[in-house]
């Protein structure tokens, strides 16, 4: 369903109807943090980072935790200077067919999807078996015992996801809102523990297996690449969300702008609570591999659920301290499994309006202003991945966060690639562009593609991921993480070439709209920024004859930045020198190609 609305009196143009300039600044940026669930992912992830691959990464784990932010910050720069020019909540998908055309975009928007059902699954599992947990903990062993029974957690686990797509189908207000106390609760806990555990350490009452930190942990490099490159794609994992902060910029105010602020604002604040949980962590546990130490596979699941009671001790208190850990890791994958879907119902819907999804998917409920198919559509798909997931074995849930690393590092280098070759003409027009628009997000694409293809590699092995048993996970014969990953992009494949085949339009580029050289300059009601035709911000596009130029007006040429006007609607001429730049102009903000 799609909403008419004008930037001019006469200029009719179509947006997909979600409730712009719901969000500020804030509100984005708690919701950027909130869909990298912290809690949850440290709790699932730091085991798995302390481990590394050939060789234990140990206390050099936050290290590689700073060493994964560099990837993550070099991205969300590029997702900041897409944004500025396309502000449309396809993200990816958009930008990258406006790059490189309709297929590679298709494949960019599947991957955001692909990757969001796949951590729902695991993000679900959490959340139902920590739920029987935090209300066990009131004394109440029976309903604690239920978090290990399957049948009971899974049942949890799909009732969060029903509540979380209800939240996100009522409205993106109510969402943020939500968020808020969640995620707060979340941090205060993390902090929490983080100084609880350092000030036991330096007060000398620690255990004896406890370490001093050192700023040598902060150093990844004496690590050999087998350790390193797959501990980032595990620890690429706790960073990844951020961008929801970029797929609801149609819902934000000044949508240029905010989104991709809050996406760099996000980066920063997870490293610094990451890097001081997993140096607090470390410092208390320790890195052995017996008892809570976290080179210890038996805790790489969940550390916190190992090291808390040793860190909080016995009795009443340490039992209140664990029930809050407990509930912190809880609402953290609950707020996570809602702003996970929020991504991917409006990358669906991105995709839907351009006709490279069915169109059902791009239809926006008339009083909430949210995606109704796409939204639904992902909380059932969902569920129905998570069952079969279960169902052929519970192990597999662990296979998890490898293969969504596979899928991080593939649709984020995307991205990468994207921005540069989409500012591929302005990238020496001043330092700024060549730095922000080319050096960045070159350097994080090639990264992550490096980090990509080692990770394919090393998940491949069949006895890369084991079970409590010591069994190799696998699918048949490869590693159960190679297999996820490479699976859901070849399942991707095979859903575009059947789509290419009954609905051709958008693989023709007769949807999404070529570039054009011109637009309109800034007037009376019109914006000059090059976006699609529903990105919130629209553009006069102009005929490069300047045929449908309107009188006295200017066009701006998206190559150069500079104003041209025609002669007599049949030519190309300068615009005059006296005609006065607009401050949204290009070629003064140098923000659009």
């Known amino acids: 369903m799609t909403t008419p609305t004008t930037t001019t009196t006469t200029q009719p143009v179509d947006t997909k109807g979600l409730k712009g300039g719901s969000l500020g600044l804030v509100s984005s940026v708690v919701v950027g943090i909130a ?13 798995f980072i302390v481990i590394g691959g050939t060789l234990v990464a140990g206390v050099h784990a936050p290290g590689i935790i700073l060493l994964a932010f560099v990837p993550m910050y070099l991205i969300a720069v590029a997702y900041q200077e897409l944004n500025k020019a396309e502000p449309d909540c396809g993200t990816t998908f958009t930008w990258a067919s406006r790059a490189f055309g309709p297929i590679t975009g298709w494949m960019g928007g599947w991957g955001i999807i692909v ?31 239920l978090s290990s029974n399957v049948f009971w957690s899974t049942a949890a686990g799909i009732a969060w996801i029903v509540v979380m797509t209800y939240i996100c189908y009522r409205g993106i207000e109510i969402s943020a809102r939500l968020q808020y106390f969640l995620l707060a609760f979340e941090v205060i806990i993390l902090i929490f523990f983080a100084v609880f555990a350092l000030v036991r350490v330096y007060s000398g009452n620690a255990e004896s ?49 905010t989104p991709g602020r809050a996406a760099i604002i996000s980066t920063v604040l997870l490293l610094v609570t990451y890097v001081l949980v997993a140096v607090a962590t470390i410092a208390f546990a320790g890195v052995g591999d017996q008892g809570i130490g976290l080179a210890n596979a038996d805790n790489a699941l969940d550390v916190f659920s190992s090291v808390g009671p040793a860190l909080f001790g016995g009795g009443a208190v340490g ?19 809602q702003t996970t879907i929020l991504p991917t119902a409006r990358t669906s819907l991105s995709m839907a309006v351009y006709k490279a999804l069915p169109e059902q998917f791009a239809r926006i409920h008339p009083k909430y202003l949210t995606p109704t198919w796409s939204t639904i559509g992902m909380g059932i798909v969902s569920v129905a991945f998570y069952l079969i997931f279960t169902l052929i074995s519970v192990d597999l849930l662990s296979a998890l966060i490898g293969s969504i690393g596979l899928m991080i590092a593939f649709y984020y280098g995307l991205t990468g690639f994207a ?49 409590a048993d010591g069994k190799n996970i696998t699918i048949i014969g490869i590693g159960a993480q190679a297999v996820v990953g490479i699976g859901g992009l070849l399942v991707g494949v095979v ?53 449908n130029l309107p009188t006295g007006a200017i066009a701006i040429d998206t190559e150069t ?33």
Request: aromatic share 12%.
């Open 319 to 337: 039992s209140i301290l664990m029930a809050l850990l407990g509930f912190s890791i809880l609402t953290s994958a609950s707020a996570s499994t």
């Open 561 to 593: 930045g500079k104003r041209v006007r025609g002669t007599r609607r049949t030519g190309v001429a300068p615009a005059s020198p006296n005609v006065p730049t607009s401050p949204s102009d290009p070629s003064d903000s140098n923000e659009r190609p």
């Open 419 to 467: 921005c540069v070759w989409y500012y591929r003409r302005t990238l020496f027009t001043s330092p700024r562009n060549f730095i922000m628009r080319g050096l960045f997000p070159l350097l994080g694409g090639l990264s992550l593609l490096g980090v990509f293809v080692y990770g394919v590699y090393a998940f491949a092995a069949p006895d890369w991921l084991t079970d």
């Open 115 to 145: 990757a969001d059902v796949i951590v729902m699954a695991n993000l679900a599992s959490i959340a139902g078996s920590y739920s029987f947990t935090f209300v066990g903990s009131f004394g109440l062993p029976a309903v604690a015992a």
């Open 495 to 547: 859903l575009m070439l059947l789509w290419r085949w009954r609905r051709p339009e958008f693989f023709r580029g007769e949807t999404l709209v070529k570039r054009s050289d011109y637009v309109l300059a800034p007037g009376e009601g019109v914006v000059a920024n090059f976006g699609l035709p529903d990105s919130g911000y629209f553009p006069t596009v102009v005929a490069s004859d300047l045929s």
């Open 209 to 257: 297996y406890s370490l001093t930190p050192s700023l040598d942990w902060l150093n990844p490099f004496t690590l050999g690449p087998g350790t390193i490159a797959p501990a980032m794609l595990t620890a690429i994992f706790i960073y990844w969300g951020w961008d929801t902060a970029v797929s609801i910029n149609e819902e934000t105010k000044d949508p240029e702008k």
């Open 35 to 47: 869909s990298t669930a912290p809690a949850y992912s440290l709790a699932a992830s730091l085991g």
